[in-house]
């Protein structure tokens, strides 16, 4: 039993405008199948994808706070004139640059039209055959423990652990990585971004779900209602929605 990422999801006020924008930084195509935007591959609104991780932008009334997100994307970037054009394109899209602490870095911080930061990475051989994805980075506390959590819900594969940073990847090696980076804060705000986990053909999504809780994942409210999917947090309280099977 496991579970595979159906797409990442980002909250915001206007869920067309953000997903357009990332649609535009991905060179992907922007779908709006209902209130919320999904962003994917050009070819048809195809989820969950056999190769990548979409983005669900979906409306909330709130703004984002000024605190930092603890989930964010990674782009990949193919050599540095390759970097140096993607932060020009995406600052021209209406990406604004981010300080979050970083100092001198090969990487950019970007923020998009709605606050959300995430990074255009230097190229990384590591990262050569992810697509513009690189990694969903996740801030914790404990990159051991999430890397045990998130391995066990999904059956990723480990591949670096230390008391700094855990890194896991699709055991068919495609994909952008799961990467958890030991922050010394705590999780404060509810998360801005976050996943959306998808069982399998075959699988019980309850039994997923009491699965994810006997891992140590606790039940959240967040006014949803009578849904169809269960929201859930991880032992550090991200959040995260178990979808089920259409």
């Avoid at 056999?50 to 782009?75: C, F, M, Q, S, Y």
């Avoid at 423990?145 to 855990?166: N, Q, S």
Wanted: contains cysteine; proline residues 8%.
């Amino acid at each position: 039993m496991a579970l595979r990422p159906a797409h990442v999801i980002i909250k915001a006020l206007a869920p067309a405008a953000v997903g357009r924008f990332w649609a535009e930084a991905l060179d992907w195509q922007a779908y709006s199948p209902g209130v919320t935007t999904y962003v994917g591959p050009a070819g048809g609104l195809v989820w969950p994808h056999p190769v990548v991780v979409g983005i669900d932008v979906v409306p909330v009334p709130e703004a984002k706070t000024t605190k930092k997100n603890r989930v964010h994307l990674d782009l990949a970037t193919r050599s540095e004139a390759h970097q140096a054009e993607l932060v020009a394109r995406l600052k021209a899209l209406g990406a604004t640059p981010a300080d979050v602490g970083q100092g001198e870095v090969p990487w950019t911080v970007l923020a998009d039209p709605e606050g959300n930061e995430f990074c255009v990475l230097e190229p990384r051989e590591i990262h050569r055959d992810t697509g513009q994805i690189a990694a969903v980075v996740v801030d914790c506390l404990d990159p051991r423990a999430m890397a045990r959590f998130w391995g066990e819900a999904m059956d990723w594969t480990l591949h670096e652990v230390t008391d700094e940073r855990a890194v896991l990847r699709s055991a068919k090696d495609v994909g952008p990585y799961f990467t958890f980076l030991r922050t010394p804060d705590a999780k404060v705000v509810p998360d801005r971004v976050h996943l959306d986990l998808l069982p399998y053909p075959g699988d019980d999504k309850e039994a997923e779900v009491a699965r994810l809780r006997a891992l140590g994942a606790t039940d959240l409210d967040v006014g949803q209602g009578d849904v169809p999917w269960t929201c859930l947090m991880d032992p550090e309280g991200h959040e995260f929605c178990v979808l089920a099977l259409s």
